[in-house]
């Protein structure tokens, strides 16, 4: 099912389970410009399951949270990767969770997220 372009509000929120809501939205906000997945429970273990309907949303996709979520440093590296090989051409805005102790690769990465793009915005969940 696919909703009329026009009816297509740009925002999913997820809030209890991430995955069987990704998987839901994904045909439904085909098209979505911002993916609020902050607070959704999203832990390192299914990040790989809820990033496949992330990555096919891509094109479209302008703004990415996923911040106070419990993800490891290499989940960033992950997308870092997928920033630099031109998935999400037309992300301009990241919130990214902060770890508890980041190492100092956690800072380069999202250093090398900055350096993707001029107008991409990253920032942390830190406080």
């Not at 069987?20 to 399951?49: H, M």
């Not at 990033?51 to 960033?76: C, F, K, M, Q, T």
């Not at 997220?113 to 942390?124: A, F, G, H, I, Y």
Request: proline share 6%; net charge negative.
């Amino acid at each position: 099912m696919s909703l009329p372009h026009e009816t297509i509000y740009g925002y999913c929120w997820c809030q209890k389970d991430a995955v069987q809501t990704l998987r839901t939205l994904k045909n439904l906000c085909c098209e979505a410009l911002v993916l609020a997945l902050s607070n959704c429970g999203l832990r390192s273990d299914t990040f790989e399951t809820v990033w496949e309907p992330v990555r096919a949303l891509g094109s479209h996709l302008h703004s990415l949270d996923i911040s106070l979520n419990h993800l490891s440093e290499n989940h960033l590296l992950m997308i870092v990767m997928e920033l630099e090989s031109g998935w999400l051409p037309r992300l301009t805005k990241v919130l990214f969770p902060f770890p508890g102790n980041p190492s100092p690769q956690f800072f380069e990465a999202v250093q090398r997220c900055q350096l993707v793009s001029p107008c991409l915005k990253v920032e942390t969940d830190l406080i």
